[in-house]
Structure formats: structure tokens, C-alpha cells
């Protein structure tokens, strides 16, 4: 098959976890060490195709490798999923990386944008309206 991610399955020295419906593996390009995904074993693109089952799996086994994680690194764990138009994969994944600051800062930090900052009732609204196409 010409997925990296399905062929992935098979390389036992990346196998972190694994269930019947899905499987974290030690990311090939990591950020740092302990960089870690959950996919599930079948090719999926969209959330929205997981069977009941698989997403319970997915679920139970981002809490379980993220305690493992946790526990390792003695570090946060910050989960991510990238928007299509950065995703590197079509297989769909989620990402887990310990970390000494959580997103928010991170993304504050990169942005250049306040880590904190109370948005005003307008300003919620303005968002909301936006998304909407109100």
C-alpha cells in the first residue's frame, strides 16, 4: 500500500500501542523526543468516518499514551491534529509531544498575539458572526 502511515503498522520498532482499531507510533520526522501519533489502523482521512468503536479506541488510547508520556518526560502533553492545509499525510492522525509550555503559549509566543486576553461580549459576537457568514 502507498500510505507511510497504514505501512507504519508493520514496523514494529516505532509501536508504541496498539488495539484492535487503532495504534500510536514514534513519529518519523519528531519534533523532540517522546513525539508520538494515534491513528487508526484503518485509512481514514476524516473524523467523521470513525465507526463508534474506532473512536472510543482512539479516544482511550490518546489518555492511556498521553499518561505514559506524562509520566516518561515529566512534561505536559500537548494533542494536536493539523489542518488540512498542513497535514504532511492524507492517513489521519493525531499528535501527542511533551512539552514545558502548553499551546497557548506556544501559539502566543509564534504569533506574536496575547497569551491572555478577555475578548469583549462585540468581539465574541463579531467571531461568531464571521464563522457563521452572518
Do not use: W
Not at 513525539?35 to 473524523?47: A, C, E, Q, S
Amino acid at each position: 500500500m502507498g500510505c507511510d502511515m497504514c505501512n507504519a503498522l508493520h514496523q514494529e520498532y516505532r509501536i508504541v500501542a496498539i488495539d484492535d482499531y487503532c495504534f500510536s507510533i514514534v513519529n518519523a520526522f519528531p519534533l523532540k523526543d517522546g513525539h508520538v501519533m494515534i491513528l487508526p489502523k484503518r485509512h481514514l482521512i476524516r473524523m467523521s468516518e470513525f465507526s463508534e468503536r474506532e473512536a472510543k479506541s482512539m479516544l482511550d488510547m490518546i489518555d492511556g499514551v498521553s499518561l505514559k508520556l506524562r509520566n516518561k518526560y515529566n512534561q505536559g502533553i500537548i494533542k494536536f491534529v493539523n489542518g488540512d492545509e498542513y497535514k504532511t499525510q492524507e492517513h489521519f492522525h493525531i499528535h501527542l509531544l511533551p512539552s514545558k509550555a502548553g499551546l497557548r503559549s506556544l501559539i502566543s509566543s509564534y504569533e506574536n498575539v496575547p497569551e491572555r486576553e478577555k475578548a469583549t461580549i462585540e468581539r465574541l459576537e463579531a467571531t461568531r458572526n464571521y464563522i457563521n457568514g452572518l
